[in-house]
């Protein structure tokens, strides 16, 4: 099917950068929407922000000014670049692609998910 791997998670202070990648596997036939979503303790989880395969994006109004999304189509890769973070970005990052998958000869569409990656911002 598909498969996401993250990386690039960690531990930041205040004012510092990040850069996640997410790089999908598998019987790819397409990969159309890819977004980063997170989940901090307690909450539910997130749209962060969200590229299609044109490179049309959106992001939450929190992250706006401060994270980017980019992709690359070829590679099945997605990224996002992270500054300024503050205490409020610390959560579990998961990665998300919605693309169409060969199964037994035949195409599937799909939703699916990386295992996610911490991200914690603290002094």
């Known amino acids: 099917q598909l498969q996401l791997v993250e990386s690039g998670g960690g531990l930041v202070q205040p004012g510092g950068s990040l850069r996640l990648s997410c790089v999908a596997s598998?019987?790819?036939?397409?990969?159309?929407?890819m977004g980063w979503y997170r989940q901090a303790p307690g909450k539910q989880r997130e749209l962060v922000a969200s590229i299609t395969s044109g490179g049309g994006t959106n992001y939450v109004d929190s992250v706006k000014g401060r994270f980017t999304i980019s992709r690359d189509n070829a590679k099945n890769t997605v990224w996002l670049q992270m500054n300024s973070l503050n205490p409020e970005d610390t959560a579990v990052y998961y990665c998300?692609?919605?693309?169409?998958?060969?199964?037994?000869?035949?195409?599937?569409?799909?939703?699916?998910w990386g295992q996610g990656t911490q991200v914690t911002v603290s002094s």
């Open positions: 598998g019987s790819i036939f397409r990969i159309n929407t």
């Open positions: 998300n692609a919605v693309g169409t998958v060969y199964i037994g000869g035949y195409l599937n569409v799909g939703d699916y």
